[in-house]
Every structure is written in structure tokens, then in C-alpha cells.
């Protein structure tokens, strides 16, 4: 049996009873090739699930748009009945064309269509957390999202969805979700790289609010860095466990969700949680991000807009 390991220690969900261990799973590479289809090794997509919550892992993310439906149902056939304390956080807000496109789905009916194949084909009656998903490929747009949001809400209210985040956001989207509704969580873009989020994670903290990176290794580009090489070799790990472990120093509020298909992986993901890292070492580190806009700059001037 796996021993459950250091994750990064917990944050619980506000206004929730939910504690989340800071070192989730992503489930997104699960699926096939682009995010579609089956995968390649099913046995090993079913054994990556199941030695990531042996390990003490607790939060895993997912979509119903991911395969589509595949990953989901994969996560069932792994897991389900899941075990007490397990949270399983989807979003919705878009689906998957024909030709594998990713396109807005933000109608009432796509919205509560899409709550209903989650909860179809992750075997439950009440989904932890929904993420409304929403703004461009890789950043938010400028768009109201009060017409969503307020779907989800009346979900919630039926009992389908516990509670509510948001993905793809802006700070002014957030202001607007809550004066709507309670908003546990927030699901960016961030990395060691990308950091225009940095006032942001600030003040989420501030709030008690998660703040869940996507791309926490750079997506579909690796993150690549002669500082990120250097630390990581000065340490005897990966570039990866390196970056994944600055995210966990950079704010209490940040939980992770890298994605692997890969058991090797998974453990060297997990492992990222029990590294410390030296104040110089963070140093050179924060370094790499300092060609990015001035965050704080920018945010500051989105609050007094």
C-alpha cells in the first residue's frame, strides 16, 4: 500500500469545510492524443489515479470536455466509490468540436447540459466544486459574466453543485461574481514565468480564496530557463520539481494540479511538495519572471479604474 506523503500541507476551501492537501492531480493528459479520445494506455491512466490518491492526494481537477467525457469516466472506473474527503473540482464553459476545437459553451442549456454529463459520468447526484470557464484560449477577456455565473448559481441552488470558482478571470470579473454569489476558488494561467497574476494571488489571498494555476509547467511549452536549470541541478531534481515547488513558497493560498499520465511522473510531482527551497535559491528563481508587465502596477490600476 502507498504511504501518503508531504503534499505541501492544506487550505481549506472558503466558507466550506473542504481541505484541500496543496499538491493536487490534474487529470486532463489522461485522455488521448490533443485531449481526445481514449487513451493510449488505459490500465496505466486508470493506476496513475488510483497512486495519486494512495499518496494522500485529495483534489483532483477535471471537465467533462476533456476526451470529451473520457477523462471523467476514466476517473469513475478508477476511483468510485470515492473515498471520504476526495474533491473533485470541474469546470465548464466550453466543449469539444468535431474537428477537436475548443469552442465557448456558455448558454443556459450548454451550462446545464454540461453540469449533468459531469455528474453522469463521475457517478455522483452533487458535484464539489464547478469553475465557470471562460475569457480567450490563454487569458481572460473583458466580457460581463453575470448571465453564466447566474446559471451555475440556480444549479447550485437545486442542489446539483456545491460550490462555485471561476476560470480564465480577470480581478474585475471576480468583483462582479461576488456580488452574486460566494466564489471559492480562482483557476489562471501562472507560472514561474507567467506572472501577471502576482497582485492578484495577493489579494485572493488576502480573501482566503485558492488560487489553482493552470500550466503550472508551462502547458503545451515547457517552461524552459537557464536559472530554473541551474537551481534544479544545484539540488540534485528536476527543472519541473523545481518550478512546481516555487509555486508552493510563492503563496500559502496556491494549490497545484499538475497533469501526467505517467506513474514515474506522478511521483516526481508529489515529490516537488517536500522541497525547500533556499532564500537565494528563490531569488534567482523570482528572477525569471521579472521581464513579465509589472503585475502590481497593473492590477493596482484595474482597482482605482
Known amino acids: 500500500m502507498t504511504n501518503h506523503i508531504d503534499l505541501g500541507g492544506g487550505f481549506t476551501l472558503p466558507h466550506t469545510s473542504l481541505t484541500l492537501n496543496r499538491m493536487g492531480y490534474g487529470a486532463m493528459q489522461l485522455a488521448g492524443p490533443q ?18 490518491v494512495a499518496s494522500g492526494v485529495n483534489h483532483i481537477d477535471t471537465s467533462d470536455f476533456y476526451g470529451p467525457h473520457v477523462t471523467n469516466q476514466i476517473i469513475k472506473q478508477a476511483l468510485h466509490p ?22 465557448h459553451a456558455l448558454s443556459p442549456q450548454e451550462l446545464t447540459d454540461a453540469v449533468h454529463d459531469n455528474l453522469r459520468n463521475l457517478g455522483i447526484d452533487k458535484l464539489d466544486v464547478v469553475n465557470l470557464r ?80 493552470f500550466f503550472p509547467l508551462g502547458g503545451f511549452n515547457p517552461l524552459q530557463s537557464l536559472a530554473l536549470d ?35 511522473h506522478l511521483r516526481e510531482n508529489l515529490k516537488a ?18 521581464d513579465t508587465a509589472d503585475a502590481h502596477n497593473a492590477y493596482g490600476s484595474l482597482r482605482t479604474a
Not at 86 to 92: A, C, F, G, Q, Y
Not at 273 to 290: F, Y
Open 230 to 264: 541551474k537551481a534544479a541541478a544545484s539540488l540534485d531534481i528536476t527543472p519541473m520539481q523545481i518550478a512546481l515547488a516555487w509555486l508552493l513558497h510563492r503563496s500559502p493560498n496556491i494549490l497545484l494540479i499538475p497533469g501526467t499520465s505517467s506513474p514515474e
Open 82 to 103: 470515492y473515498t471520504d474527503g476526495l474533491v473533485i473540482v470541474t469546470k465548464v464553459g466550453a466543449r469539444r468540436g468535431e474537428d477537436k476545437s475548443w469552442i
Open 134 to 213: 471562460v475569457g480567450g484560449v490563454m487569458g481572460p477577456s473583458a466580457e460581463s459574466i453575470e448571465a453564466p455565473l447566474t446559471v451555475l448559481v440556480e444549479l447550485k441552488r437545486q442542489g446539483l453543485i456545491s460550490h462555485l470558482g471561476l476560470s480564465n478571470i480577470s480581478p474585475q470579473q471576480l468583483a462582479e461574481a461576488q456580488k452574486i454569489t460566494e466564489i471559492v476558488c480562482v483557476q489562471n494561467l501562472y507560472n514561474i514565468a507567467q506572472r501577471s497574476d502576482d497582485a492578484f494571488i495577493d489579494d485572493l489571498a488576502g480573501q482566503g480564496i485558492a488560487y489553482v494555476p
Open 35 to 52: 485531449v481526445w479520445g481514449p487513451p493510449r494506455d488505459l490500465d496505466s491512466a486508470v493506476a496513475v489515479l488510483r497512486e495519486a
Open 273 to 290: 511538495a517536500t522541497i525547500q527551497l533556499a532564500p537565494e535559491i528563490l531569488a534567482d528563481l523570482d528572477s525569471i519572471g521579472k
